[in-house]
Nanobody, 123 residues
Framework: QVQLVESGGGLVQPGGSLRLSCAAS????????MDWYRQAPGKQRELVAG???????TYADSVKGRFTISRGNAKNTVSLEMNNLKPEDTAVYYC?????????????????WGQGTQVTVSS
């Protein structure tokens, strides 16, 4: 069973920085996609930043130029560097991963989620 464990959340003042990390365990296979979602109170969960195994990155418009997603040196790890944080970035941040398998007759996709880490931006 794949498990994702996040770390690095906390309280930071507006304009500050935080770095979130996520490590996957329980699999010997490389994960095809690792990304970060967030959910603020009363809002839907949204994609913040994504990274494919091929190195393609995706960012929400609201974080472009401020957040950077990258793979760690260890297999199946990913980090999110968050700079110039704003109060509207306050949310629970979730690590998410996808593994895809293909056989001659089937294609399967498996989704995994971490438990989330709180990020609060406030003065």
């Amino acid at each position: 069973q794949v498990q994702l464990v996040e770390s690095g959340g906390g309280l930071v003042q507006p304009g500050g920085s935080l770095r979130l990390s996520c490590a996957a365990s329980g699999t010997i296979f490389s994960l095809d996609v690792m990304d970060w979602y967030r959910q603020a109170p009363g809002k839907q969960r949204e994609l913040v930043a994504g990274l494919t195994s091929g190195g393609t990155t995706t960012y929400a418009d609201s974080v472009k130029g401020r957040f950077t997603i990258s793979r760690g040196n260890a297999k199946n790890t990913v980090s999110l560097e968050m700079n110039n944080l704003k109060p509207e970035d306050t949310a629970v941040y979730y690590c998410h991963a996808v593994r895809r398998t293909t056989t001659p007759t089937t294609k399967n996709e498996y989704d995994y989620w971490g438990q989330g880490t709180q990020v609060t931006v406030s003065s």
